[in-house]
């Protein structure tokens, strides 16, 4: 194109006057927004991640060059509210499972709960429940004690068993009595 300047995104090599276009749908369109710092007006030190994020979408932010510190919120947040992708593992579900309940995001949040039911298992039924009555899951709870009754020696030899609190110890008991 002679006589007018063409700007790309570097990452997926597209025109930026008519990036829309490209999408089909406006999950497809926030995702892209997500990934792509170019068209952000604030940016969020999430952790040890920044994420770029265009505050008229979602959340109410001042424009700024100096990125905003939300240290408490998981990236798998602004990402699911971005394109509905839901990505959390081990290491973030506790972490989104708080952003959820704080962001009133419920959706995220039931994806949370299902996550760690999956992963429910003798060995970490007691520090489950202690979650689970700290984020209010009574169904969770109830998963978990019913692993701790079919696998005591299990649960209470696990490596996080010493580390309870008292109130989920007693928790725990007085399903016997």
Known sequence: MKGKLKMFNAKEREPLYNWQATKASLKERFAFLFDWELLSDVRFLLGPQRIPHSA????????????????????????????????????????????TKKYAVPTLEAHCVEFLTKHLGADNAFMLLTQARLFDEPQLASLCLDTIDKSTVVAISAEGFTDIDIDTLCCSGKRHT
């Open 56 to 99: 008229w979408c979602w959340l109410p932010a001042v424009q700024s060059s100096a990125p905003c510190s939300t240290p408490d919120v998981e990236p798998a947040l602004l990402r699911f509210l971005y394109s509905d992708d839901v990505q959390i593992g081990p290491e973030t579900v506790m972490t989104t499972l708080y952003t």
